[in-house]
């Protein structure tokens, strides 16, 4: 089973200073394979927690490669929820990424372990709409919920704003998943590449340092 690694998030962040340089990243250090996976950006200010910049990702497998330098970006630069990630946020940001394995069908809607499970819904609404939407497994236990919470806040984020009902929730067909993860700030990052390259990455000429 292919692990989530270091040089994943290291070929995230160069896949994204790449593309602000209008440059082709340099080939990954680590090998091919197919998996779902995602990439998740996170913005550290003044030493707070880390706030969600942008996460997006494919619940289908993959090549490992291609994947994460498409959802690098896709993350990074067309997360709805976001404005795009600026050059200058760099110093601040820290990358997430996740691949998902263990892909099991739930006998009813609370059948998963919050901090364990990753977890799917797919429904049709009270106007026959399909509806689906995800959350990875760090999600729910982060903001603390139980199996409930997560399921209703995931019906609201599949788009559904009518009443939620415990026969809605009973229509849900759940998947969970289990994923490994691997996140690395940009200041761990940069001495990565200082050291393995022999200088620190530079953005049309600007220096980053570890701010």
Same mark, same amino acid.
């Given at each position: 089973?292919?692990?989530?690694?270091?040089?994943?998030?290291?070929?995230?962040?160069?896949?994204?200073?790449?593309?602000?340089?209008?440059? =082709?990243?340099?080939?990954?250090?680590?090998?091919?394979?197919?998996?779902?996976?995602?990439?998740?950006?996170?913005?550290?200010?003044?030493?707070? =927690?880390?706030?969600?910049? &942008?996460?997006?990702? *494919?619940?289908?497998?993959?090549?490992?490669?291609? &994947?994460?330098?498409?959802?690098?970006?896709?993350? $990074?630069?067309?997360?709805?929820?976001?404005?795009?990630?600026?050059?200058? =946020?760099?110093?601040?940001?820290?990358?997430?990424? /996740?691949?998902?394995?263990?892909?099991?069908?739930?006998?009813?809607?609370?059948? @998963?372990?919050?901090?364990?499970?990753?977890?799917?819904?797919?429904?049709?609404?009270?106007?026959?709409?399909?509806? /689906?939407?995800?959350?990875?497994?760090?999600?729910? $236990?982060? =903001?603390? @919920?139980?199996?409930?919470?997560?399921?209703?806040?995931?019906?609201?984020?599949?788009?559904?704003?009518?009443?939620?009902?415990?026969?809605?929730?009973?229509?849900?067909?759940?998947?969970?998943?289990?994923?490994?993860?691997? *996140?690395?700030?940009?200041?761990?990052?940069?001495?990565?590449?200082?050291?393995?390259?022999?200088?620190?990455?530079?953005?049309?000429?600007?220096?980053?340092?570890?701010?």
């Amino acid at each position: 089973m292919v692990l989530a690694n270091k040089e994943m998030v290291v070929y995230c962040f160069d896949t994204l200073i790449a593309h602000y340089n209008s440059e =082709e990243a340099a080939p990954p250090a680590f090998d091919e394979g197919q998996h779902p996976l995602f990439v998740t950006w996170k913005k550290v200010v003044n030493g707070g =927690e880390p706030r969600l910049r &942008g996460c997006i990702g *494919t619940l289908e497998a993959c090549q490992l490669i291609n &994947g994460f330098r498409d959802y690098a970006l896709t993350s $990074a630069l067309r997360d709805r929820r976001f404005p795009p990630i600026q050059a200058k =946020e760099l110093p601040n940001l820290e990358c997430t990424v /996740s691949i998902l394995t263990d892909y099991e069908t739930a006998n009813n809607y609370l059948d @998963w372990e919050v901090g364990k499970h990753g977890i799917i819904i797919e429904f049709v609404d009270d106007y026959n709409s399909r509806r /689906s939407a995800t959350y990875l497994p760090e999600v729910p $236990a982060h =903001e603390g @919920w139980t199996r409930v919470e997560a399921i209703d806040s995931l019906i609201r984020k599949a788009g559904f704003s009518g009443p939620i009902t415990e026969s809605l929730r009973k229509r849900i067909k759940l998947t969970c998943y289990q994923s490994t993860l691997f *996140t690395m700030h940009y200041s761990d990052y940069a001495s990565h590449v200082k050291a393995t390259r022999g200088a620190a990455p530079t953005i049309a000429g600007a220096k980053l340092g570890n701010h």
